[in-house]
């Protein structure tokens, strides 16, 4: 996936989706026009950040991809993830 900056806070892939950090404790993806959460939180570490994987809201089959979708966006940030 291919990256690019929207914001200080948000990317979006070739494909449109997106993922904008909300402050320090959640992140917004957007896919196909549907809106998920995922609870994370800053970590102690510089530039790592933990992802709550079983807290993407609202469930449903696209779960895993989206999990993925924000893992590489954050990656692409330079944020070290680590899965709670």
């Known amino acids: 996936m291919a990256f690019r900056k929207m914001s200080p806070t948000s990317v979006r892939d070739d ?18 026009d549907q809106i998920y959460t995922i609870d994370s939180e800053m970590l102690v570490s510089p530039m790592t950040i933990g992802v ?5 809201s609202p469930a449903s ?7 993925g979708i924000a893992c590489a966006a954050l990656q692409w940030f330079g944020f070290a993830v680590e899965t709670i």
Not at 16 to 22: F, I, K, N
């Open 61 to 67: 089959d696209a779960s895993a991809g989206v999990f």
């Open 52 to 56: 709550y994987r079983n807290s993407i």
């Open 15 to 32: 494909s449109g989706s997106s993922l904008e950090l909300l402050g320090r404790t959640g992140l917004q993806v957007a896919v196909y």
